[in-house]
Nanobody, 122 residues
Framework: EVHLVESGGGMVQAGGSLRLSCAAS????????MSWVRQAPGMGPEWVSA???????WYADSVKGRFTISRDNAQNTLYLQMYSLAPEDTALYSC????????????????WGQGTQVTVSS
């Protein structure tokens, strides 16, 4: 059974940093593209970043230059390092598995974690 468990969220002041983790189990993590997605209160999901199985990365314009996605395939863990956080980054952050293994970009996702809350105060 596929499991994705996020951690590392919390409350920070504007300008602060957080590192999110997503522990994956139940599938061949190293072969799947992965994404981070966030959802602010009252808003729809917003794609944040994606990473291929071998580490090619993509970012939403809103986080480019401030967030870094990475993965440790030996530890089955996905990360999102966030710097220069702003109140508009406040959201529930979830990791998601791409539908198709051995492809670069997760055009479609099939499993999501429960999410970890990030709250940024001004």
């Amino acid at each position: 059974e596929v499991h994705l468990v996020e951690s590392g969220g919390g409350m920070v002041q504007a300008g602060g940093s957080l590192r999110l983790s997503c522990a994956a189990s139940g599938f061949g993590f190293s072969t799947y593209p992965m994404s981070w997605v966030r959802q602010a209160p009252g808003m729809g999901p917003e794609w944040v970043s994606a990473i291929s199985p071998v580490g090619k990365t993509w970012y939403a314009d809103s986080v480019k230059g401030r967030f870094t996605i990475s993965r440790d395939n030996a530890q089955n863990t996905l990360y999102l390092q966030m710097y220069s956080l702003a109140p508009e980054d406040t959201a529930l952050y979830s990791c998601a598995r791409g539908l198709t293994p051995n492809t670069d970009y997760p055009y479609t996702t099939d499993y999501w974690g429960q999410g970890t809350q990030v709250t940024v105060s001004s």
